[in-house]
């Protein structure tokens, strides 16, 4: 008999509960509302909303609108955005996570005391890391991993911050790296700053990957902290597909198996990992 279990830790994050009720709570009034980019990285619960009557927009096309309601989704948005708003008569329904708001402050306030050398560890183009550097007027350097650290100036003083979805052991190297490079007479101040409620499910993922023969990571392409949790499934346990929805299942897979666990990312929504486990039972 086939056994599936769905990873009780896997699903979205706080932030993106939030904006996704924040958008379900104004699309039941039955007015207009435009999400400034993809809502969750993950195509079918966009869609879900879509049918709701959200209307996802991007950038140049906020530029076009005037007097309408506008939701910016967990990822955090640069300054420029807010003001494009207040230029418009766009009304702000700010769904922005409070760990990522929390953490656009600090660069701003650093920023702002001094313009010194401000360092993101962060994927490039990634709408989070684009809302950082935005706190920056645009002057932050980005290092997406390791090896981009080496090409950092340390003869300045060098304040490093991280993307909220980050790993936490990729950032820690890159903190020794930096205090066994830098200059004596330069400052080095690092602040922690990724979520916890996304580092914890390292562990626990890892933990979940190894008590099953199959693994079933459910979630969007374009998830960051997605690639991230799914590598960790197939560092500890190889057999581990990554499916964006039930359709993907591949049932060559099955062969031989017992035991198969589903999991997925921030942005992966429970029905879509019950919708997989439905599916599974029925092959």
């Known amino acids: 008999m086939l056994q599936v279990e769905i990873d009780e830790g896997s699903g979205f994050c706080f932030g993106v509960t939030t904006a996704i009720k924040k958008a379900e709570e104004e699309l039941k009034k039955g007015k207009?509302?435009?999400?400034?980019?993809?809502?969750?990285?993950n195509g079918m619960e966009c869609e879900r909303l879509k049918q709701m009557g959200l209307i996802t927009i991007t950038?140049?096309?906020?530029?076009?609108?005037?007097?309408?309601?506008?939701?910016?989704?967990?990822?955090?948005?640069?300054?420029?955005?807010?003001?494009?708003?207040?230029?418009?008569?766009?009304?702000?329904i700010d769904a922005t996570c409070p760990v990522v708001l929390k953490l656009q402050n600090r660069i701003k306030q650093q920023y702002d005391t001094a313009k010194s050398q401000i360092v993101i560890f962060g994927k490039k183009g990634h709408a989070e890391v684009l809302g950082l550097v935005g706190q920056t007027e645009g002057s932050a350097i980005v290092i997406e991993n390791f090896e981009e650290v080496k090409q950092l100036d340390f003869t300045h003083d060098i304040y490093l911050y991280s993307q909220t979805t980050k790993s936490l052991d990729e950032f820690h190297r890159i903190i020794e790296y930096i205090q066994?490079?830098?200059?004596?007479?330069?400052?080095?101040?690092?602040?922690?700053?990724?979520?916890?409620?996304?580092?914890?499910r390292m562990p626990n993922i890892s933990q979940?990957?190894?008590?099953?023969?199959?693994?079933?990571?459910?979630?969007?392409?374009?998830?960051?902290?997605?690639?991230?949790?799914?590598?960790?499934?197939?560092?500890?346990?190889?057999?581990?597909?990554?499916?964006?929805?039930?359709?993907?299942?591949?049932?060559?897979?099955?062969?031989?198996?017992?035991?198969?666990?589903?999991?997925?990312?921030?942005s992966t929504p429970k029905w879509l990992m019950e919708q997989c486990r439905d599916a599974l039972l029925k092959l």
Not at 62 to 77: I, S
Not at 187 to 196: G, L, V
Not at 228 to 245: A, K, T, Y
């Open 32 to 41: 207009t509302l435009y999400c400034l980019g993809d809502i969750v990285h």
């Open 59 to 92: 950038h140049e096309d906020m530029k076009q609108l005037h007097d309408v309601k506008v939701l910016l989704r967990a990822h955090g948005e640069p300054p420029a955005t807010y003001e494009l708003a207040r230029q418009n008569n766009i009304e702000i």
């Open 180 to 200: 066994a490079h830098i200059s004596p007479e330069a400052t080095f101040k690092s602040f922690d700053t990724i979520c916890r409620s996304v580092a914890n």
């Open 208 to 266: 979940f990957a190894t008590r099953h023969d199959l693994i079933l990571f459910v979630c969007g392409r374009k998830s960051s902290n997605g690639k991230v949790l799914f590598n960790e499934c197939l560092r500890v346990n190889p057999n581990s597909h990554l499916i964006e929805g039930p359709e993907e299942i591949n049932s060559e897979w099955l062969k031989d198996i017992e035991t198969i666990g589903i999991c997925g990312a921030t």
